[in-house]
């Protein structure tokens, strides 16, 4: 049975500490709008900032839907799970806010939370920032068993390779190109240098 928490204590940090990966979900207002989950990790990319509030480094990618919500109504949800051990889902829900480089907030909330480096550091799009409202766990019982082998290289080899062949604006381009909005049209991810 399913049971809500006051606060992330510490030993949900722990527990939170030791999953290799996370998944955020979020969705627009509109009834035929799309929900969007996204896999996000590694595991210290995410951080607990007390015990209502969480932050996690997001990267740029092929879509943006998390930030265009959140910049619509802020919903969001982050879920884990234990893949190994006991069996258990942990639901952080609140409000988030993707909090953009050359926002004045971004430099201190880049250094308070420590990410874990990911060998694509110019990749980084936002941190998104959640004051978490609901904190809730359940059984986990359908989550399979599965071993943890490692990160895959793929993501910062590809970002590397747009540094490389596309310059040092490579990326902001790719956004401009592939970011600027969701799949359902909602405003996203802005050029730098515009709001």
């Known amino acids: ?85 006991p069996p258990r889902i942990l639901r952080l829900h609140g409000r988030g806010e993707a909090i953009m480089p050359g926002d004045p907030r971004y430099e201190e909330l880049l250094e308070r939370c420590a990410f874990e480096k990911t060998g694509a550091d110019e990749a980084r799009r936002a941190i998104v920032l959640i004051d978490v409202d609901r904190i809730a766990d359940s059984c986990g019982y359908g989550v399979p068993l599965m071993s943890f082998e490692g990160e895959r290289p793929h993501y910062d080899a590809w970002a590397r390779k747009k540094l490389r062949t596309g310059g040092p604006d490579a990326l902001d381009r790719y956004q401009e190109e592939h970011n600027s909005e969701a799949i359902d049209g909602l405003p996203a991810v802005s050029a730098p240098g515009r709001a």
């Open 1 to 85: 049975m399913g049971r809500t928490y006051d606060e992330i204590d510490e030993r949900w940090r722990q527990w939170i500490a030791r999953q290799p990966i996370f998944f955020v979900a979020s969705a627009p207002l509109v009834a035929d709008g799309h929900v969007n989950v996204s896999p996000k990790g590694p595991i210290g990319t995410l951080r607990v900032l007390d015990g209502h509030s969480i932050a996690y480094l997001d990267v740029v990618g092929s879509g943006a839907e998390t930030i265009a919500h959140l910049r619509e109504n802020g919903r969001i949800v982050v879920m884990l799970c234990a893949f190994e051990g």
